[in-house]
């Protein structure tokens, strides 16, 4: 069954540091999705991505964020410069379709630490 | 007020029981309504969707939504060990381009035996 990988599963990262997360979405899927979850609190959308340009961001998604698709299967996050409150579970998603009819699927995220 | 209001529980139930899983939202613009299952440090597992005022069943979950009353349910029969998680109820509006997911803080559930 297809599904969405995303690597590292854990990321230890110092404050002030950049890191980029990686994912491979559903090969067939054109609608890409980062969302976070602070430990203990909900999942939060961070931003949506099609056609290689940002389709919405949430105030979270500041200067300090950044996503591209670099080829044809890799969606990454970048994170500029790390602070505490960045600690979260990253989940990346994707879908066939903008939502109409079409459901996101989730990866099983990548934990970010920093110290 | 909350766009969407679930309460975070925990809930336990025996096995074998019936489950009621809610939530409540005040944006009247939601139209799509997904229910999330996710297990401890693993990612959402989407469960059931639909965009429609009332019932749809798979298997043992049945999702019912009243777009009236502003409130989305998740009933599940017999409960299994297995359906231990967290359920997040989720919500999106038709934007035309990539529509984003609005999350509740989820519920936590416990079956015991």
């Known amino acids: 069954e297809p599904e969405v990988t995303q690597t590292p599963s854990h990321q230890v990262t110092q404050m002030g540091q950049e890191v980029i997360l990686r994912c491979v979405p559903i090969?067939?899927?054109?609608?890409f999705y980062w969302y976070r979850q602070i430990l203990g609190q909900k999942v939060e959308f961070l931003v949506s991505f099609y056609n290689n340009e940002i389709s919405e961001k949430s105030e979270i998604f500041d200067d300090q964020f950044s996503v591209e698709r670099p080829d044809g299967s890799n969606f990454t996050l970048k994170i500029r410069s790390t602070k505490l409150e960045d600690s979260a579970m990253y989940f990346c998603a994707s879908s066939e379709g903008p939502g109409v009819g079409t459901e996101a699927f989730f990866g099983q995220g990548t934990r970010l630490t920093v110290v | 007020q909350k766009e969407v209001e679930q309460d975070p529980g925990p809930l336990s139930v025996p096995e074998g029981a019936i489950v009621s899983l809610n939530c409540t939202y005040s944006n009247s613009a939601f139209q799509y309504f997904m229910w999330y299952r996710q297990y401890s440090r693993k990612g959402p597992e989407l469960l059931m969707y639909?965009?429609?005022?009332g019932n749809k069943e798979d298997g043992r979950f049945t999702a019912q939504v009243d777009k009236s009353s502003k409130y989305i349910s998740l009933f599940i029969r017999d409960s299994q060990p297995s359906d231990s998680a967290t359920y997040l109820c989720?919500?999106?509006?038709?934007?035309?381009?990539?529509?984003?997911?609005?999350f509740g803080t989820g519920t936590r559930l416990q079956v015991t035996l």
């Open positions: 639909t965009y429609s005022s």
């Open positions: 090969s067939n899927h054109l609608y």
């Open positions: 989720a919500m999106s509006i038709n934007t035309g381009t990539a529509s984003k997911l609005t």
